[in-house]
């Protein structure tokens, strides 16, 4: 038996389907536009203020000169994390780099510089994110005295996230490290900010099958991998000080 009946067997004529067809075309590419539009719209938003280094003044050209990478506290996570971009910059850079070794060689009673540093929420007030305490900027411009450095790269991290995440539908979990990391780039003689980090990084470690059959992992403590992201996230920062140096800066 034909079941294809033409359609103008149910009253519906080529030229109604034609029409009913582009319309449904159109709303479909309306709505992919309309998706476009936000998710632009929603990276701009949220890319404008956390990057691993941007300028304060996109009009600041920062030139490679001499610099001097300390770490916010004493902490490990920060003295890893200042060790990591200095080792970038040295590697890749034309920068003078003045790592944090030398300041301890020099200035044996180095303290924690971020003592009262405070960091808002940028939904309410976005201009603090390059906001550095007198009290904080009075104890860096102390140590540059000894170097007289044209920059100084003050960076430091916040507390250290351990988040387990399991699956609904697979048989697998994700072992996430988050860690936040903040950064001031000062300039002198002016003693004056010009650039800054304000980002999140995570290492997120599957645990399914497939992740299983990795046996580099199985040795691996947290303590490790928490290691790994830290040095990670200070060579990202490091190579986007790089990035920056070479143009105007970030658009």
Not at 54 to 78: A, C, F, H, M, W
């Amino acid at each position: 038996m034909n079941n294809n009946y033409p359609a103008s067997s149910f009253g519906l004529s080529q030229e109604f389907l034609s029409f009913k067809s582009l319309k449904s075309k159109t709303r479909f590419h309306i709505f992919i536009l309309l998706i476009s539009i936000f998710s632009i719209l929603s990276f701009s938003c949220t890319s404008r203020h956390y990057r691993d280094f941007d300028l304060v003044d996109q009009n600041y050209k920062l030139n490679p000169d001499s610099i001097v990478v300390l770490p916010g506290s004493l902490r490990e996570q920060d003295l890893l994390l200042a060790a990591a971009v200095s080792e970038y910059l040295k590697k890749n850079s034309s920068f003078d780099v003045v790592s944090f070794d030398q300041v301890e060689i020099n200035i044996p009673n180095y303290r924690h510089i971020v003592g009262d540093l405070k960091v808002n929420n940028l939904k309410k007030n976005k201009s603090t994110v390059h906001y550095l305490s007198k009290h904080d900027i009075g104890q860096v411009n102390a140590i540059n005295i000894k170097f007289k450095a044209k920059y100084v790269f003050l960076v430091w991290s916040g507390d250290l996230v351990n988040v387990l995440a399991r699956s609904m539908y697979t048989a697998s979990s994700n072992v996430d490290f988050n860690v936040k990391i903040f950064s001031q780039l000062i300039e002198y003689p002016n003693s004056k900010v010009v650039g800054y980090t304000f980002n999140s990084y995570s290492a997120s470690e599957s645990k399914g099958f497939l992740s299983f059959l990795n046996i580099t992992k199985w040795f691996r403590s947290d303590n490790e991998k928490v290691v790994d992201l830290l040095k990670k996230s200070g060579l990202i920062i490091g190579e986007e000080i790089v990035r920056v140096s070479n143009q105007s800066g970030r658009i």
